[in-house]
């Protein structure tokens, strides 16, 4: 259940491997919630002072996050959901846990390009950001950025010019605007692709989330490109970790005096990809993605939509079929979770213990045998509908 990912995800004191170990160990949070401490200390590389985080056991804080989520329209994806990226999920460190708002894209299925670069930068830097960001998107591509002021919102503007999608992974809430000049880029992005995040609403953009993020930028993309980079910058931290990855790099190489253009030129002489116009990085992806790509001047194929959507309104659906439950064999605790669903808006499976008052373990046993004979539908962030109309 989610309360047990938020709460897993939120102890203080553990590292993401330390999770990751945990989850490959009991299988679940839930499971490692009701272990005790002995077995708890059999999961690899834990130490005595990471049991004893794992012993304190209030659920309020993640039950807030839930409601606050809830509210903002926010998902949940877990590194167990279908939906969550494999491409993602094969990197060294994955996230546990993703805050999701607006359509996810199915990254697997596309030639997504993580774009970066300074927040100092110049208007070269901030002309190229946009003309890449319109290009990458305008052949097909996805472009994927940080949100942070500078080339990562220039990326992100040129991508929404071309009519096409943007994702924008953060550092901080998804509730939380920074810098505040972006609010209403927040809110278009949010409405033409989606927010990602692996911190949970309310929490406030701190220095050391950044790096964390850009594993995620990187790892949710087929290649990095750098725009503006001085020899130290955060857009070297992300080129690094796509290296490590197994992602390609690329450059926009600039005057070999400015500061500005230091790291990308430095990663040009490394063996980066030299990047003038958007089809540079595309055509080495072209083959991979015939269905989603085309160079400039042809006319592009229009990206089927994919991936899951978090808004509830849904197309018009025909009739549902009508089942009698009786007739159907179902047993008691089936009945009692299809009577408690809704047929249109999706119910969170902790909404539906509270409500029908049966055990954890039962409801879930029961919903996947429901899933299975086709009479409710798993929305993303295991949230349930009814598939059927049920005969009184």
């Avoid at 329209?73 to 060294?92: E, F, H, V």
């Avoid at 406030?204 to 594993?215: A, E, K, M, Y």
Wanted: hydrophobic share 40%; net charge negative; proline share 7%.
């Amino acid at each position: 259940m989610l309360k047990f990912w938020i709460w897993l995800s939120e102890l203080r004191g553990l590292q993401n491997q330390t999770r990751l170990a945990l989850l490959h160990h009991f299988g679940s949070p839930e499971a490692v919630f009701y272990a005790d401490r002995e077995e708890i200390l059999l999961t690899d590389g834990m130490t005595p002072e990471q049991a004893a985080r794992l012993t304190d056991h209030d659920l309020a804080g993640a039950q807030r996050i839930l409601g606050r989520c809830e509210e903002l329209g926010i998902s949940l994806l877990t590194i167990q959901d279908a939906a969550y990226p494999r491409r993602l999920l094969n990197i060294y460190d994955p996230p546990c846990l993703l805050y999701v708002r607006g359509r996810l894209p199915a990254f697997d299925e596309e030639a997504a390009v993580a774009v970066v670069g300074t927040r100092s930068c110049t208007p070269y830097g901030v002309a190229c950001a946009e003309k890449l960001g319109y290009g990458i998107a305008r052949c097909g591509g996805l472009v994927v950025s940080g949100l942070a002021a500078g080339i990562d919102s220039a990326a992100l503007r040129g991508a929404l010019r071309s009519d096409g999608r943007a994702v924008a992974v953060l550092g901080n809430g998804l509730d939380v605007v920074y810098p505040r000049e972006n609010q209403y880029l927040y809110e278009d992005v949010a409405a033409a692709g989606c927010l990602i995040s692996e911190y949970p609403p309310g929490t406030r953009p701190v220095g050391s989330h950044f790096p964390q993020r850009n594993r995620i930028l990187s790892g949710l993309s087929v290649a990095a490109l750098v725009v503006e980079a001085p020899e130290r910058s955060g857009a070297l931290i992300t080129a690094a970790a796509a290296l490590e990855q197994g992602r390609d790099v690329f450059a926009v190489p600039g005057p070999i005096d400015a500061p500005a253009s230091v790291g990308c030129n430095q990663l040009i002489r490394d063996g980066a990809g030299l990047v003038s116009d958007a089809w540079d990085i595309l055509r080495e992806y072209e083959g991979r993605f015939p269905e989603k790509l085309c160079a400039p001047g042809q006319t592009a194929p229009r990206p089927q939509v994919t991936g899951y959507q978090t808004e509830k309104a849904e197309p018009a659906r025909p009739a549902k079929p009508l089942v009698d439950p009786a007739a159907r064999g179902l047993t008691d605790d089936q009945t009692a979770l299809l009577r408690a669903m809704d047929e249109d808006t999706p119910m969170l499976v902790d909404d539906l213990i509270e409500q029908t008052g049966i055990p954890a373990r039962r409801v879930l046993s029961a919903l996947t045998l429901l899933e299975i004979e086709e009479l409710v539908t798993q929305h993303s962030g295991k949230r349930y509908t009814r598939a059927v109309t049920l005969r009184e």
